[in-house]
Structures are given as structure tokens and as C-alpha cells.
């Protein structure tokens, strides 16, 4: 059973966690605000702007919650860029593939790629034959800020993922085989993650959250959504998208599903943690925990 951390802008969640069987054992968790302005993600940038106010608040967590040694991060969407990069081979060494990688990516990264932290799959050969592999990368200075909050916390970073990757994660069960789209809904942002055979290939990350949804903006999300739906087929050589399932607060789901089934031909669905895990004895709503939870279930 391993710990799962969560680090947003908006809090910090923490967990101990372990899916067997399809189902989830929840044994501890623990949260605490984040005062504003404290993280500001970015690809590119520092994200903190007190590392020890941001320490300070990760080991009041970590007493809170009686967690030590390793745990495994899901930390904001902005802070890593998630590219599949077609090339005709792979090396089959790992470090050597993600040097290889880097190299290719050269031109795709706002900042030197001898900076960038790169993980990745093996997403199959494309239809003209060339193999295709999803990359996850951020920019090792940036990764770094976390790293030493959680270390002099008094914790050790085992894996260090995307918030919306760890939410896949733990939606696994329920997002099962095929294309499917994943619109995370928070405060600050909105992340549409497209999987397929449960592997993340493609997001678009929109920089308006939970208010511009329920406001003037929605149409422009909306359309935001549909652009993406059809911009990750045609361009990025992805299968037709499935379904959309909806990660977020009620009511807020419920009128975004809404809002788009007016515009799509796919099913729209809400996600459930409780039965996507068969998590039982836990009344609260799962959603919330999601990414941590995610973070916390991840093979490593």
C-alpha cells in the first residue's frame, strides 16, 4: 500500500492507497488549503514562491495523515507537456530511448531539451507504419521546487506524474478499452485528457476552470472541447473519440454534460470513482481524492 500526494494550486491531498481485484482499500487521507499565490504552474517558470511555506504545509499534511518515506506526486496539468513523436525506431534501452527522445523533441520544448525530465510509452505504429510514442515532459528545474518541498518535509518523491494522468489512473476500471476523453473540471483550469486502450495519448489544457463554466464562457469551452474531440483525430492520428466522461463537482458536471451533448455525438457520462474502484465505506465523493488516489495506486 503506497502514498499517493497530490500538490495544486488550490490544495494538497494526501492518501494511502492500493487497488486489488478492482477494488479499493482507502486506509488513511488527509488535506489542507493552499493560500493563493503560493503555486503558479507553469512549463516554464519557478512554480513557488515560498518553498517553505509550501514544506510547511506538506509535513503539517504528512503528521496529519502519519505518512513516511516515499510518496508519489500528481502535480498540476501546466507544469508538463504531453506530445506524441513519430519517429521510424526506438532504442530499447530506456535511458537511452529517452535521450533519443529528448533529442526529437527538441523543437516541441519552450526551453533547452538537455533541461527536460522525459517519460514515455510505446503507442503503436501509426497508419503510415512509423511508431508512435507518447511523451511526458517537463522541465527538470521546475520538477526540482517539488522535489525539495516534499524532501525537507521529511519525504522522499518516488514518481512524479501529471494530475490528469493520475486521475486516468485511477479511472481506469471505469474508462475501460477504446478512445475515451477524460475533462477533468477544477477551479482553474479544465484538462481534456484522450485515452486510448487506457493509455494517455493527447490533452488540451484550457486555462478557464469551474467558474467560466457556469458563466458567459461556456460556449467558448465548449467549442474549446469539440475543437479538441476533432483536432486529436484528424491531426493526431487518434481513433475516434467514444465517449467523454466528466471528472468534477456537482452540480458543475451535470451542466457541462449538458451543455455538451448539444454538441457532440458521443455519450457524456460522469465519473465514479466508488464504482470504477468498488470502493465501499467511503460516503464522501471520491472525485476530489481522484488524482491522489491515482498517484498512490501507480505502478511504479
Known amino acids: 500500500m503506497a502514498w499517493g500526494l497530490e500538490i495544486d ?13 478492482g477494488r479499493l482499500r482507502l486506509r488513511k487521507r488527509a488535506e489542507v488549503a493552499v493560500p493563493a ?64 527522445l529528448r533529442w526529437q523533441a527538441r523543437d516541441l520544448l519552450p526551453f533547452p531539451a538537455e533541461d527536460a525530465r522525459l517519460d514515455f510509452l510505446r503507442s503503436g505504429n501509426g497508419p503510415d507504419g512509423r511508431l508512435q510514442t ?30 490528469s494522468v493520475s486521475l486516468a489512473q485511477a479511472a481506469s476500471a471505469g474508462v475501460g478499452d477504446g478512445t475515451v476523453g477524460l475533462l ?5 483550469r479544465s484538462t481534456l485528457l484522450v485515452v486510448q486502450e487506457r493509455q494517455p495519448r493527447f490533452w488540451r489544457i484550457l486555462s478557464e476552470g469551474g467558474h467560466a463554466w457556469s458563466g ?4 467558448h469551452l465548449v467549442r474549446e472541447v469539440v475543437d479538441t474531440v476533432s483536432f486529436s483525430s484528424e491531426s493526431e492520428g487518434i481513433r475516434p473519440m467514444e465517449r467523454i466522461i466528466l471528472a468534477g463537482s456537482s452540480p458543475l458536471v451535470d451542466d457541462v454534460a449538458s451543455a455538451l451533448r448539444d454538441w457532440l455525438e458521443v455519450p457524456i457520462t460522469l465519473l465514479d470513482l466508488r464504482a470504477a ?22 505502478p511504479c
Not at 9 to 21: D, F, Q, T, W
Not at 134 to 160: I, P, S
Open 9 to 21: 494550486s488550490e490544495v494538497l491531498r494526501l492518501c494511502r492507497a492500493e487497488a486489488r481485484g
Open 216 to 219: 458567459d464562457e461556456r460556449g
Open 37 to 100: 499565490g503560493l503555486i503558479r504552474p507553469s512549463l516554464k517558470e519557478g512554480n513557488v514562491s515560498d518553498l517553505s511555506a509550501l514544506t510547511g504545509l506538506v509535513r503539517d499534511l504528512r503528521k496529519q495523515a502519519g505518512c513516511g518515506g516515499w510518496v508519489q506526486l500528481a502535480l498540476p496539468d501546466p507544469v508538463f507537456m504531453l506530445r506524441t513523436i513519430v519517429t521510424d525506431s526506438l532504442p530499447e534501452a530506456r535511458e537511452e530511448a529517452r535521450r533519443f
Open 134 to 163: 507518447t511523451c511526458l515532459m517537463a522541465r527538470d528545474r521546475v520538477l526540482a521546487e517539488y522535489e525539495q518541498a516534499v524532501a525537507d518535509a521529511g519525504l522522499a518523491a518516488a514518481v512524479l506524474d501529471a494530475r
Open 184 to 188: 477533468g473540471l477544477a477551479e482553474t
Open 277 to 298: 474502484l468498488r470502493a465501499e465505506g467511503h460516503p464522501d465523493d471520491l472525485v476530489h481524492w481522484g488524482a491522489a488516489i491515482g498517484a498512490a495506486i501507480r
